[in-house]
């Protein structure tokens, strides 16, 4: 149960740390300290929705299409080598780094706005939510909850951390050099979960 909590953890929380429009406007935003509540509120909450969706969906989806799991299950792999392999190529390249706007400050229902379509409108999401989270917690049976449960509380972690602790971080993330640090943990990461999933994978057919 304390395994399957962990995984979704670690793996929520390596989906959603790589550099991208939504996290950068959650910097964005804490560095300006404004509407950060909201923003975290809505980006945590739009994940849990979308995970409590893949976990059930994918679970009920799986009793009629026996073929189903295996097929995701290593399209799962797949996507996380690619991922992972992407993240160490972002890390030799050097990093990005991000700097506080300087602009006048935005209403709230324009943050709003911005960060319901920077959530719901990119098809990422979808695929690291409803597909690749869905498939992986199957492999946790019957403790899926548990997994999906680990998933959502690294998105209200994770989103909670950047939005409130993007003051305190901002001297960092200014340097391409931690981004580095970062994409590279990401990487690993990713890499370290399709290992233990191959694992599985090769057990269960063995």
């Not at 991208?20 to 950060?36: D, K, S, Y």
């Not at 009920?60 to 799962?76: F, H, I, N, Q, S």
């Not at 998933?151 to 989103?159: E, H, K, P, R």
């Amino acid at each position: 149960m304390f395994a399957a909590l962990v995984a979704g953890f670690l793996t929520g929380l390596s989906l959603i740390a790589a550099i991208g429009a939504q996290n950068a406007f959650v910097l964005r935003q804490g560095l300006r300290r404004e509407h950060v509540g909201v923003v975290v509120a809505l980006c945590a909450g739009s994940d849990a929705l979308l995970i409590a969706a893949g976990v059930l969906g994918f679970n009920a989806a799986a009793e009629r299409l026996p073929w189903l799991e295996p097929v995701m299950l290593w399209g799962g792999v797949v996507f996380l080598l690619v991922y992972g392999a992407l993240r160490f190529r972002a890390a030799l390249k050097g990093g990005e780094a991000l700097a506080a706007a300087q602009d006048a400050p935005v209403p709230l229902r324009r943050v709003v706005l911005t960060c319901l379509a920077l959530t719901w409108l990119n098809p990422h999401v979808y695929l690291d939510t409803l597909a690749l989270l869905g498939a992986l917690s199957s492999q946790y049976a019957p403790h899926e909850g548990l997994f999906g449960s680990g998933a959502m509380v690294a998105s209200v972690v994770f989103f909670a951390a950047l939005g409130y602790g993007a003051r305190l971080l901002a001297p960092v993330l200014a340097r391409p050099r931690a981004w580095v640090v970062v994409e590279l943990m990401i990487g690993a990461v990713m890499w370290a979960i399709a290992a233990s999933l191959i694992v599985q994978a090769m057990g269960a057919s063995a």
